[in-house]
């Protein structure tokens, strides 16, 4: 288990487990997520929102995290 996947157990927040999980795609990241993605899939979330404060009626789903991509992110190298 990465320290990823122990701190979104320990802090027990699925959602943002699930938002962290594609944030850290959207970085390159993907590697690092690998746990925390299978400890995510054995839970079978529902789908949220990457912000709960937007509408997410047509947005884009991102299955490996279960997230509504409503949200455009912009990566500053």
């Known amino acids: 288990m990465s320290r990823t996947t122990?701190?979104?157990k320990l802090e027990g927040d699925l959602p943002s487990a699930q938002r962290l999980?594609?944030?850290l795609?959207?970085?390159g990241a993907s590697e690092v997520g690998t746990s925390l993605a299978a400890w995510i899939a054995q839970r079978r979330p529902r789908f949220v929102s990457l912000r709960p404060d937007r509408f997410?009626?047509?947005a884009a789903q991102d299955e490996r995290w279960r997230v509504l991509v409503n949200e455009k992110i912009e990566v500053e190298a």
């Open 25 to 27: 795609d959207a970085l």
């Open 6 to 8: 122990g701190l979104a």
């Open 56 to 58: 997410s009626k047509h």
């Open 21 to 23: 999980g594609h944030l």
